[in-house]
């Protein structure tokens, strides 16, 4: 059952809700009455409810707009029972109340942005959408606007392992209150902006705590085993990453702090690439890049270090994952 809150919205626009449903069911064969009920429920009236309390002459448009989001998303597949527990549906439960502020002023474009930044979060291997969705609410409350919430967004996608948003969150977090941006890159107390900003820039093992991360991680696995890769791989350096080939396939590579992320790529991309390579020896289990030692159990036959930007990747004929730490 919904809340005495909604109910009391859904009675009062009855003829106009019936007759959206009517026109979602004709535009989407096989719409499923029984996921949107259960989704009107655990997705949208929480958001209602917390409209109504925040700004009570805004629920009804509130309301109006977040059933046709609901809509969309049934006749789409994207919710109901079959998928309880995605990042999407908990974004609804557990995020969007507590935006019901920005929510009250442009409901449709707000919610419209949070759901689309969760399914997007969702189709990212290894991205933590619970963690996004945990800090992002905890910074809710200071997020002024819809710009905002799009850059704070971005920048907490980039901390919950999606590296390839690293750069462009860094530029966009420009145009924060200067509290704000130190608080979405979690070091309030890192003093100036810029001064992050140009550190971040400089290191992408820099990460905000030592709660995330060994200062070290792995990619790639073999495809057998859910991985990306069918054959051991091979990497060469590109600007700010790596380009990688395996049994004839191509990928970029882009790895920090806060996680990594493999795309296509061309292989002539690959073909032009710097080889990038690192001189290493192998001393018992180690591996010593410079004055880099780092745990290493793989053969000396074969072994390749790769660098980039401040981050090493080592690969092996042995191996189908690489291994990226920072080089310093």
């Known amino acids: 059952m919904v809340s005495s809150t909604f109910a009391g919205l859904l009675a009062a626009g009855r003829a106009e809700f019936n007759r959206r449903t009517g026109e979602a069911a004709r535009r989407h064969?096989?719409?499923?009455?029984?996921?949107?009920?259960?989704?009107?429920?655990?997705?949208?009236?929480?958001?209602?409810?917390?409209?109504?309390?925040?700004?009570?002459?805004?629920?009804?448009?509130?309301?109006?707009?977040?059933?046709?989001?609901?809509?969309?998303?049934?006749?789409?597949?994207?919710?109901?029972?079959?998928?309880?527990?995605?990042?999407?549906?908990?974004?609804?439960?557990?995020?969007?109340?507590?935006?019901?502020?920005?929510?009250?002023?442009?409901?449709?474009?707000?919610?419209?942005?949070?759901?689309?930044?969760?399914?997007?979060?969702?189709?990212?291997?290894?991205?933590?959408?619970?963690?996004?969705?945990?800090?992002?609410?905890?910074?809710?409350?200071?997020?002024e606007s819809r710009p905002q919430l799009r850059i704070v967004g971005q920048v907490l996608a980039w901390r919950a392992g999606a590296a390839h948003f690293r750069a462009g969150a860094v530029k966009a977090a420009d145009g924060l209150p200067e509290a704000l941006a130190l608080a979405s890159f979690g070091a309030p107390d890192a003093g100036p902006w810029t001064a992050l900003r140009a550190r971040i820039e400089d290191d992408p093992w820099w990460r905000a705590d030592d709660g995330i991360g060994a200062g070290e991680r792995e990619t790639g696995a073999f495809s057998g085993f859910g991985g990306m890769f069918d054959a051991p791989p091979e990497v060469r350096a590109a600007p700010g990453g790596f380009l990688v080939r395996a049994a004839g396939r191509h990928f970029l590579l882009l790895a920090d702090a806060y996680g990594a992320i493999l795309t296509g790529a061309e292989a002539s991309d690959y073909a032009h690439a710097s080889p990038g390579a690192a001189t290493f020896r192998v001393e018992a289990e180690s591996l010593v890049v410079g004055r880099r030692r780092i745990a290493c159990d793989l053969p000396a036959v074969g072994l390749a270090v790769c660098e980039s930007g401040g981050t090493l990747a080592i690969s092996s004929p042995f191996t189908h994952a690489i291994r990226l730490v920072p080089r310093q």
């Open 29 to 143: 064969p096989g719409f499923d009455h029984a996921a949107l009920r259960h989704f009107l429920v655990d997705g949208v009236d929480p958001v209602v409810q917390a409209v109504a309390a925040a700004a009570p002459e805004c629920a009804l448009r509130a309301a109006f707009d977040a059933y046709d989001v609901a809509l969309e998303l049934t006749g789409l597949h994207l919710v109901g029972s079959a998928v309880r527990g995605s990042v999407l549906a908990l974004a609804w439960r557990a995020l969007l109340p507590r935006l019901a502020h920005l929510v009250a002023r442009e409901p449709g474009a707000v919610i419209g942005l949070v759901s689309n930044a969760a399914l997007h979060l969702e189709t990212i291997p290894g991205a933590r959408g619970e963690q996004w969705i945990a800090e992002l609410a905890a910074l809710a409350p200071r997020i």
